[in-house]
T-cell receptor, first 115, second 112 residues
Framework: DAGVIQSPRHEVTEMGQEVTLRCKPI?????LFWYRQTMMRGLELLIYFNNNVPIDDSGMPEDRFSAKMPNASFSTLKIQPSEPRDSAVYFC?????????????FGPGTRLTVL | GQQLNQSPQSMFIQEGEDVSMNCTSS?????WLWYKQDPGEGPVLLIA?????ELTSNGRLTAQFGITRKDSFLNISASIPSDVGIYFCAGQLKQGAQKLVFGQGTRLTINP
């Protein structure tokens, strides 16, 4: 069974450009999470969805960041315009409807470099 | 926001040695989790703890949920080269809250 799929795995762009990161969660999972990982701040939760509906976006850094989940099998995280400080590894994770939230399965991540 | 203080930040050990790392917080957590991250990959769940005082093993790994619910430790016995990576603790403040707070990670390096 395929795990969480993220694309692209690496993205290099110039400041000011729009960046779109993509995620396909594990089939049947009800929750989808977007995280950002940097050396300075570690793993930070940006936003999460339940049944395609955004539940908590308090971790989204600013208005330049937006996330959508148009259906149960696809989500995007968009940065427009991108800035060098957005350089990080972005992870998507999904979780089934379960009394425990421990079963978050992470994708391989997208390494974003903004020049 | 809520923070987990994870220590040590890094460890350099010899193959075969035992490893111990821990996480503490000023907040009470409902669940404690330990993840491992290999280079170029996402974190993978190792152990989940749900009750204060709970001690759980997964092969050579053992983790405990502190009695105060504000701390947890992870031990690795008889380390092997594939144990190399970054270990993260994570906590869930409230059951059903879905959100996890992650520690800063412990980078484990093993000398053969």
């Amino acid at each position: 069974d395929a795990g969480v799929i993220q694309s692209p795995r690496h993205e290099v762009t110039e400041m000011g450009q729009e960046v779109t990161l993509r995620c396909k969660p594990i089939s049947g999972h009800d929750y989808l999470f977007w995280y950002r990982q940097t050396m300075m701040r570690g793993l930070e939760l940006l936003i999460y969805f339940n049944n395609n509906v955004p539940i908590d976006d308090s971790g989204m850094p600013e208005d330049r960041f937006s996330a959508k989940m148009p259906n149960a099998s696809f989500s995007t995280l968009k940065i427009q315009p991108s800035e060098p400080r957005d350089s990080a590894v972005y992870f998507c994770a999904s979780s089934p409807l379960d009394r425990h939230t421990d079963t978050q399965y992470f994708g391989p991540g997208t390494r974003l470099t903004v020049l | 926001g809520q923070q987990l203080n994870q220590s040590p930040q890094s460890m350099f050990i010899q193959e075969g040695e035992d490893v111990s790392m821990n996480c503490t917080s000023s907040s009470i957590f409902n669940t404690w989790l330990w993840y491992k991250q290999d280079p170029g990959e996402g974190p993978v769940l190792l152990i989940a703890l749900y009750k204060a005082g709970e001690l759980t093993s997964n092969g050579r790994l053992t983790a405990q949920f502190g009695i105060t619910r504000k701390d947890s430790f992870l031990n690795i016995s008889a380390s092997i080269p594939s144990d190399v990576g970054i270990y993260f603790c994570a906590g869930q403040l409230k059951q059903g809250a879905q959100k996890l707070v992650f520690g800063q990670g412990t980078r484990l390096t093993i000398n053969p």
